[in-house]
């Protein structure tokens, strides 16, 4: 089974920025994608950003121009740029990595966007 591991939440007042971290037990060059979802409270789990194998990357409506979602292959790392956050970008961000076996998902790191 593969792992997901995400650190990099916090708190953060609007307009700052939070960098999160996505590193999977499963090498990145079986994945077929990687992606960060966003899950706030009393609402439902969506993506936020994906980056796929050939590495391009699509991005929800919400976060585009100010998330921005690479991948680190020496370091076998995803990361999730977020800049220019709102309170509405407040929630739980879980990672998911899918592969040919498998479809992953982390425990999630909060992220706490106060106006």
């Known amino acids: 089974q593969v792992r997901v591991v995400e650190s990099g939440g916090g708190l953060m007042q609007a307009g700052g920025s939070l960098r999160l971290s996505c590193v999977p037990s499963g090498s990145l060059f079986n994945a077929y994608s990687m992606a960060w979802y966003r899950q706030a409270p009393g609402k439902q789990r969506d993506m936020v950003a994906i980056i796929a194998r050939d590495g391009s990357t699509n991005y929800a409506d919400s976060v585009k121009g100010r998330f921005t979602i690479s991948r680190d292959n020496a370091k076998n790392t995803v990361h999730l740029q977020m800049n220019s956050l709102k309170p509405e970008d407040t929630g739980v961000y879980y990672c998911?990595?899918?592969?040919?076996?498998?479809?992953?998902w982390g425990q999630g790191t909060q992220v706490t966007v106060s106006s």
């Open positions: 998911n990595y899918r592969s040919r076996n498998w479809n992953s």
